[in-house]
């Protein structure tokens, strides 16, 4: 169904959110809330330099919400002009890197705007290099990309615009080539990445903390190919790995020298069960010049 929101002057048109009153509260005073007291009750460690990126889960808020607080919390008070979203696609989609058609998502907070400039730009970059470029979709049921959507209009300081990024190929090549693009896309823009991905998924908690642990000491040493190889090698698990390599080749590009874990979690924590659990992990990518 075609959403459309009218403004004085033009009509907006809007994907729909299939997770809201679900993945996350609907009332929007409620979700308000709620990702504050995340953010708020995040004890973060100092984080030195400008921040490039930021790496956060996307289960149900209600699982995974005490860890993204971490992921976002060192981001209130920025005010990027274009935040780069880059997720993993769940469903099965056949194209390897995908878009919203629509200009804007719709969360209980308000609609966050496409910067379709940008994601042209982005389009052009990688049909050069790949000879193919983002197939748009409509009305996706994607949850892992619009999950991030209200912690950020939460902690930014004021309006920014999207680009979102899909990727359902398995391919090192393209992750890496969808990372230079982005670079070259947010080179000359005031932009933040953001990495959506969890970890583990369906392991007893002490297995699930062990591959985690090794996933992400792939991350902190900001090695993309890492995360991908540990994989394949059943060291450590990320759904989410060829998005988390794509925005880890990026602000490589763009400077940015060290990647800082700031929490671990998984569903047991939340739920008790630990049985079966799925891993979280907030971290920060940032330039700090030491390189």
Known sequence: MLELISTMNFTLDVRPSPIAGRWYPGDARRLADSVDDYMAAAQLPPIEGRIVGVVAPHAGHLYSG???????????????????????????????????AHEAYQTP????????????ELE????????FGLARVRNDPEHSLEIELPFLQRALAGPFRLLPVMV?????EISR??????AKTLASRNALLVASTDLSHFYPQTQAKTLDAELLRQVEAFDPQGVIRVEDEGRGFACGRFALAAVLWAARELGADRVQVLHHATSGDVTGDYSEVVGYAAAVITQTGRL
């Open 66 to 100: 005490p860890v993204a607080g971490y992921a976002f919390a060192p981001l209130r008070g920025l005010q990027p002009d274009l935040v780069a979203v880059i997720s993993p696609m769940h469903h099965p989609y056949q194209p390897a890197l995908l878009t919203s």
């Open 109 to 120: 907070l308000g609609p966050v705007l496409i910067e379709q400039e940008a994601l042209e």
């Open 124 to 131: 052009d970059l990688l049909v050069d290099d790949l000879g």
């Open 168 to 172: 359902r190929s398995q391919s090192a």
């Open 177 to 182: 080539s969808l990372g230079k693009a982005l």
